[in-house]
Nanobody, 115 residues
């Protein structure tokens, strides 16, 4: 059973930065991709960034110039670095791991961008 533990959320001032981490554990045979999604109040969940097992990344246009997704295979961890944060980035950020055809979601970590 794969478990995901997200961390790094919190209150950040506009213009600030943060790094979200998602550590996963369990029996992992083949991870297809790892990624971050977010859901703002009253809005649908949306993709932020994804990295495949081959290291190919996809980053949403809304954050592309400000965000980087990376992974540490030795630590089974995927990171999302976000800079120049804006109030519009306020949301619950979820980690998702795709193993085969199964999608495993974390519980989410709240990011609030406010002065």
């Amino acid at each position: 059973q794969v478990q995901l533990v997200e961390s790094g959320g919190g209150l950040v001032q506009p213009g600030g930065s943060l790094r979200l981490s998602c550590a996963f554990s369990g029996t992992i045979l083949s991870i297809n991709s790892m990624g971050w999604y977010r859901q703002a109040p009253g809005k649908q969940r949306e993709l932020v960034a994804v990295i495949t097992r081959l290291g190919i990344t996809t980053v949403a246009d809304s954050v592309k110039s400000r965000s980087t997704i990376t992974r540490d295979n030795a630590k089974n961890t995927v990171y999302l670095q976000m800079n120049s944060l804006e109030p519009e980035d306020t949301a619950v950020y979820y980690c998702k791991v795709v193993i085969g055809v199964a999608e495993i979601w974390g519980r989410g970590t709240l990011v609030t961008v406010s002065s």
